[in-house]
């Protein structure tokens, strides 16, 4: 796996789930590291501000995002934590839900919202996932009159189908309702233009950059709208409470920046990998990701769920196939790395895989191999 840190043996079929670091970038995070270490006081106070400062600069442009309104944080379950918190659930307003969100967000809401005296409704969507027409139909049909926050997934985790957030937000989008987007998979997935989205009526919006812009890990974003009522600001106060939006967010205590540092380098080194950029990276990602879910599902016997990114597509795993152990079993026994999302939600057990720079085609077919040999009766 030239350029990656990942084990040479295993064969990683799960990027979706917490990234993969390439090795040039972790040397340049490694590089400033010792930089910081060498002079904690001056690099902190003096050289941090301007590297954050053209670090946010640089990654908002690659987002579309005005960069006075684009913040660093850990990752989007905190970017979701930090907008929840700041709502007020008291003003008789239920938060609505779809059955396709990430389990974690529901438990943020469960504790800012729920906790705090707010309703909540979810919207039930099928599987496997109907067209986009329906998927919004569905959506838009579940916003009424009392709904105040809607929380929606860019791109769903376990099954990994991309909604069509523009089409839902322009339709649901009104004055006093909060669209606050987990964009966690979107990053890299697909183009992003933020300031687009905003004017369609996304409220807030948070990614991870350690997944498919392949960041070290502690490095997401959250950029808020320009029109947003409520006022933002991070989970943890420190010594740039109400000085700004930059000050506040940037420092909420002693941390290690500089997965934010690298960012950019990241992107531009993606982009290098291959002539055409971004576009050919998700173009060739997509036909050997068909390639190996279509090997995958003929030999569990099942449809493959559809839908999927450029990078991840699921399929629907059978009930007597299923176990707890799966996925650890497959790569303590035979290093092979996958996502396998345990049955919820009236949903059956589903089988998620990825496809990236590093993989190729025998990735597939050994995994194939193995399920048919080990798991299938």
Known sequence: MNGWSLDPEGIFLNHGSFGACPTDILGEQRRLRSEMEASPVPFTLERLPLLLERARRETASFFGADPSRFMFVKNATTGVNTVLAGLDPTEGKELLLTSYGYPACGKAVERWWCGRGGTVRVVDLPLPPPSDAHLTELIVAGVRDKTGVVLLDHITSSTAVCLPLEEICAKVSRPGLTLLVDGAHAPGTVPLDLEALGRRGVTFYTGNLHKWCCSPKGAAFLWANPAAEMELHPLVTSHGWQLGLHSEFDWTGTDDPTAWLVVPACLKWLAEQREGGWPEIRTECRSLLEYGIEEVASALGVQVM????????????????????????????????????????????????SAFLYNRASDYRRLAGLLRKFFRP
């Not at 991840?312 to 079993?329: A, C, F, G, I, V």
């Open 306 to 353: 559809g839908r999927g990114t450029s990078f991840m597509e699921s399929l629907e795993l059978p009930e007597k196939l299923y176990h707890p152990q799966l996925r650890s079993t497959l790569w303590r026994e035979h290093r092979i790395d996958i996502h396998v999302e345990a049955p919820t939600h009236n949903y059956p057990p589903i089988l998620r895989l």
